[in-house]
Nanobody
Framework: VQLVESGGGLVQPGGSLRLTCAAS????????MNWYRQAPGKEREQVAS????????NYAASVKGRFTISRDNAKNTVYLQMNSLKPEDTAVYSC??????????WGQGTQVTVSS
């Protein structure tokens, strides 16, 4: 199983980024997908989740209204559109797949830095 994140980088406050997680080696259509983040000195936080069919999504209160999670099951890919970014959004963002509700896999993460 491989989850590869991309799209991180340095952005100014108020800017936008789109993270991508490309999955391989798993039954993507049976996988709930999640984005987590971890800032230095802080615990890992679940940012957003999306059901295997893409019809149910949930967000942390800190990002609701600014971030949007989506998926393309034909491409085995999940996205995180991040708008109105704030310095407190700075963290390593990681993709997580939960297959059949039991098996959990992680990507390596991508750094997002929000700074002027």
């Amino acid at each position: 199983v491989q989850l590869v994140e991309s799209g991180g980088g340095l952005v100014q406050p108020g800017g936008s980024l789109r993270l991508t997680c490309a999955a391989s080696g798993l039954v993507f259509t049976n996988s709930a997908m999640n984005w987590y983040r971890q800032a230095p000195g802080k615990e890992r936080e679940q940012v957003a989740s999306i059901s295997s069919g893409g019809d149910i999504s949930n967000y942390a209160a800190s990002v609701k209204g600014r971030f949007t999670i989506s998926r393309d099951n034909a491409k085995n890919t999940v996205y995180l559109q991040m708008n109105s970014l704030k310095p407190e959004d700075t963290a390593v963002y990681s993709c997580n797949a939960v297959v059949f509700g039991v098996l959990s896999f992680w990507g390596q993460g991508t750094q997002v830095t929000v700074s002027s």
